[in-house]
């Protein structure tokens, strides 16, 4: 999960396994293009999934990346292209691992706003600014609420 994300569900993990993947993911919400978004996925310590990601990550190519001065990481490559684990799992990964992944709707495996059947929520970019101060708020007073009646008893 990327630092922009958060488990928040009363569903279970075991709630979202299916009989012979090894790997979950999702599309982007609406406003960004890309069939994955790298924030979110879900891979099980099997075979398979051991294989899907020791191949994901032999498409990384040193070459293609340079560090500025101040710290950030680019590429020569399109963003979200194959030089970016977004498009190199599209284009290489899925098609490869095509029956042993499992691809949710956005807005269960990483809605930009709390729902009731999102698993995790992900604040990327814009969702940012958008939604994310919302959550905390309301995580804020849902912890306060629980402490209060806590202490009550």
């Known amino acids: ?4 994300a958060v ?10 396994l299916k009989e012979g993947r090894s790997f979950y993911y999702c599309k982007d919400a609406p406003k960004f293009p890309s069939k994955f978004n790298a924030g979110v996925w879900l891979v ?33 490559g399109n963003w979200s292209g194959e030089t970016y684990e977004q498009g190199s799992f599209v284009k290489f990964i899925e098609p490869k691992y095509r029956r042993a992944l499992y691809k949710y709707n956005w807005r269960k495996f ?24 919302t959550y905390i708020k309301t995580m804020k007073a849902k912890t306060k609420k629980t402490h209060t009646r806590k202490s009550r008893k």
């Open 1 to 4: 999960m990327d630092s922009d």
């Open 7 to 16: 488990i928040d569900s009363s569903i279970p993990l075991s709630a979202l």
């Open 44 to 76: 099980l310590n099997d075979t398979t999934g051991n294989s899907l990601l020791d191949d994901w990550l032999k498409l990384y190519d040193k070459t293609k990346w340079h560090r500025f001065p101040d710290g950030k990481w680019v590429s020569s």
């Open 110 to 133: 990483q809605s930009v706003e709390k729902n009731e059947e999102a698993f995790t929520l992900h604040f990327a970019g814009e969702y940012e600014q958008e939604n994310l101060q």
